[in-house]
C-alpha cells in the first residue's frame, strides 16, 4: 500500500503556508492538530525553488508540527507533491518570489 501524502493549508502571521505532510492527526494537545514527517524536495547544489528552500529553513529540523485548529485551512489527502507555496492572506500573491530573469529585450 502507497504511504499517504497530505497537503495541508495553514495561516501564520498573516500569510499562508502549504505544506506536504506524511502524518496528520489529533495532537495530545488540546485544540490543536499535529502535522509531522514534512516533505520537502532534495536539490543538491543550486537552489531551484526559493520558497522551498524558505521552508525547509523553517521547518527543516521539526519532527511535528502542532497547529491550533483555527489556522488549519485545509488538509487534503493527495497523490503526488506539488509545489509548497508561502502567500499573503490577504491578497493571495506570492510571498517568497523566484531569483529575478533578465528582462525581455524589446
Sequence with gaps: ?????YKVTFLNHNKVYELYAGHVG????WGFTEVGELVFDLHDGLVVDPTE?????EFGDTRVLHLPMQSIIRVEEVERKGQ???RDAATGEKV???FP???KPR
Design 101 to 103: 530573469l533578465p528582462a
Design 26 to 29: 489529533a495532537s495530545g494537545l
Design 96 to 98: 517568497v518570489t523566484p
Design 84 to 86: 509548497s507555496a508561502i
Design 1 to 5: 500500500m502507497a504511504k499517504k501524502l
Design 53 to 57: 528552500e524558505r521552508l525547509r529553513d
